[in-house]
């Protein structure tokens, strides 16, 4: 009993194959069908998407020669020249209808541009926010302007933004380039030291000037007091610069102390130049 169960379970396994290939052939017929009926009914896009499921299905010059007259019909000239492309490559088709595969993607080749990618095989590419497959691709797409994405399997990324004009080839290299980092940003001048000199300086100026006004009114109030001058403007004047001469030399302290501090409390700039010679070298570095 057991011979013949082992018969029948090696010539199931035996036909299925032919029973995949027979249900492959007929998934194609219908889908080709389905094609036909679209294409008589001028929905062109649905008749070129169903030859290319029976294409599919069961690979067929025929079937792609089909879709490519759809779409070429439908005005997608890119769709139309790629499935030329393809059922001329899978060769097969009658003489008649190889003829005008070859006439027909001449006459679209002129129309459209063409991409030739190259670039590291393991980057994933995008063209058009659309992915492709691995590099090196050769794509054809519609005349003008086309977005560019690689990303490395390290992460890099790499746009471009490609101008293709009608029957031209452009070819692109997205190969990352190691980009030279930018030079350290200068360092940044205080101003505080500067300022804190300024300080001291105007301090400076205003104890000389308190002095000068205070002399100047020392010298008014001895004349008011031991001159006999006892006029109110000489007293007047005496008290001014009296008062002048206090104004001006706590400014100038106050100015040259906060000058002071602030010339101490200025950080350093630190400056280095190194220089080489045929036998030397010497490094020099500048507080």
């Known amino acids: 009993m057991r011979m013949p169960v082992l018969y029948a379970c090696l010539l199931g396994v035996a036909l299925l194959p032919r029973?995949?290939?027979?249900?492959?052939e007929k998934t194609a017929a219908q889908h080709f069908r389905e094609g036909q009926h679209a294409f008589e009914g001028h929905d062109y896009k649905r008749a070129a998407e169903e030859?290319?499921?029976a294409n599919r299905a069961k690979p067929a010059s025929a079937a792609l020669f089909s879709?490519?007259?759809?779409?070429?019909?439908?005005?997608?000239?890119?769709?139309a020249a790629n499935d030329f492309a393809a059922a001329l490559a899978a060769a097969g088709l009658e003489a008649r209808d190889e003829t005008t595969a070859k006439g027909h993607l001449a006459a679209?080749?002129?129309k459209i541009g063409h991409l030739e990618l190259r670039g590291p095989v393991s980057a994933r590419v995008t063209l058009d926010a659309r992915e492709q497959g691995p590099l090196p691709l050769d794509v054809r797409v519609t005349s003008g302007d086309h977005t560019l994405e690689l990303t490395t399997t390290a992460g890099t990324t790499v746009h471009r933004v490609v101008t293709v004009g009608p029957g031209a080839t452009a070819r692109v290299d997205l190969t990352p380039t190691?980009?030279?980092?930018?030079?350290?940003?200068?360092?940044?001048?205080?101003?505080?030291?500067p300022l804190g000199w300024i300080s001291v300086g105007a301090g400076a100026v205003g104890i000389v000037a308190g002095t000068i006004v205070g002399a100047l009114g020392l010298a008014a109030r001895d004349e008011f007091v031991s001159g006999g001058d006892t006029s109110i403007a000489l007293h007047d004047e005496a008290i001014a610069k009296r008062t002048w001469a206090n104004v001006?030399?706590?400014?100038?302290?106050?100015?040259?102390?906060?000058g002071v501090v602030l010339v101490l409390t200025a950080p350093h700039a630190h400056a280095v130049t190194v220089g080489v010679g045929p036998?030397?070298?010497t490094l020099r570095v500048t507080f």
């Open 178 to 193: 190691e980009e030279t980092p930018p030079p350290p940003p200068p360092p940044t001048t205080s101003l505080q030291r």
């Open 51 to 53: 030859f290319e499921a």
């Open 279 to 281: 036998s030397n070298a």
């Open 248 to 258: 001006l030399l706590v400014g100038g302290g106050l100015f040259a102390a906060a």
């Open 108 to 110: 679209l080749d002129a």
């Open 19 to 24: 029973v995949a290939r027979a249900d492959d």
């Open 67 to 79: 879709a490519a007259l759809a779409w070429e019909l439908g005005g997608d000239a890119v769709s």
